[in-house]
């Protein structure tokens, strides 16, 4: 079993809406957890990074939410553009062996 | 400064060939780590590489090997080449091992 799940597994949104990416973990002890993004074929590029005491961290129209204590993460994205359709991953890092533990993604569409 | 670059971009090779991967790390990073991306899937770790030595390893075969060298700058060797490892092979690099990591754009290996 997947250590990090993600859902919705995809989502289609219109140009302008707003949307929100689960992220739910059991990976233990915890170490941060990162949000990336990842158009097709490509590698994946950070959104942001959030460690055990942080609950909220921004980037631009990107926000993310860390609840440790019910290890739920999740990620809203504001006035959504073309730009944004891409594969979104959730990554936690446990503190033993430094591996990062990998989401299978939500694939994003932004229709116009 | 530069980011990840990863060579191939694309590569197909023939079912029990070897394939040599080639990944240069960001200017100032020491630490490497090779994944592996099935097709709507999330990356998977394969191993980390931290001054030139291994440094973690996940759940793949002996015929998978790496190698850093004193630049940093990594190899993933694949021998005996099975239908099931054509994938997007990722490279990240990082300060240090558990640090940010800022990826390759991947090489797409297909095995035929």
């Known amino acids: 079993k997947n250590q990090v799940e993600q859902s919705p597994q995809s989502l289609i949104i219109l140009e302008g809406k707003n949307c929100t990416l689960q992220?739910?973990?059991?990976?233990?002890?915890?170490?941060?957890l990162r949000w990336y993004k990842q158009d097709t074929g490509r590698g994946p590029v950070s959104l942001t990074i959030?460690?055990?005491?942080?609950n909220t961290k921004s980037n631009g129209r990107y926000t993310a939410t860390l609840d440790a204590d019910t290890k739920q993460s999740s990620l809203h994205i504001t006035a959504s553009q073309l730009s944004d359709s891409a594969s979104y991953i959730c990554?936690?890092?446990?503190?033993?062996?430094?591996?990062?533990?990998f989401g299978a993604g939500t694939r994003l569409t932004v229709k116009p | 400064e530069t980011g990840v670059t990863q060579s191939p971009t694309h590569l197909i090779k023939t079912r029990g060939q070897q394939v040599t991967l080639r990944c240069s790390s960001q200017s100032g990073h020491n630490t490497v780590s090779w994944y592996q991306q099935a097709l709507g899937q999330g990356p998977q770790f394969i191993f980390q590489y931290y001054r030139e030595e291994e440094n973690g390893r996940g759940n793949f075969p002996p015929r998978f090997s790496g190698l850093q060298f004193p630049n940093y700058s990594s190899e993933l060797n694949v021998n005996a080449l099975e239908l099931d490892d054509s994938a997007l092979y990722l490279c990240a690099s990082s300060l240090s091992a558990g640090d940010g990591y800022t990826f390759g754009s991947g090489t797409r290996l297909t095995v035929v």
């Open positions: 959030m460690t055990f005491s942080e």
């Open positions: 992220c739910n973990y059991t990976v233990s002890p915890f170490s941060n």
């Open positions: 990554v936690v890092s446990a503190t033993r062996n430094n591996d990062m533990r």
